[in-house]
């Protein structure tokens, strides 16, 4: 989110595409971590369109829709792009997680850090 927070600012002229992709036993689409990243484009963005499925729109695609696509196959642990378009160019930005040990060990990381702070709310921008 951070990634983008700084990019979507910089790339306000380039057409944007969110594609996630999950394994085949994920029910839920698209996924929670694709919101986040649609939710920090649509703060940064005058006017954003979610278009979740364009096969029977019969239309150029307007400046600001936000294409957004779900995958679900094997046993891919997770994978998130956003795909910038712009005029005789694309800059992506990809996070491919390999194994579920690293949304562990963050937790973990979270958690050692947690331990000896008050009682209050802490996400992770500000623990």
Known sequence: T?????TVPLLKDFNIGITEAHHN????????????LYDVIESLREKTTPVYDRHEINEKRSQDEIGIHSIRGGTIVGEHDVLFAGTDETIEITHRAQSKDIFANGAIGAAEKLINKSNEFYTFDNL
Do not use: Y
């Not at 951070?2 to 700084?6: D, P, R, S, V």
């Open 25 to 36: 036993k994920k029910v839920d689409a698209p996924s929670g971590t694709l919101v986040k």
């Open 2 to 6: 951070k990634i983008l927070e700084a």
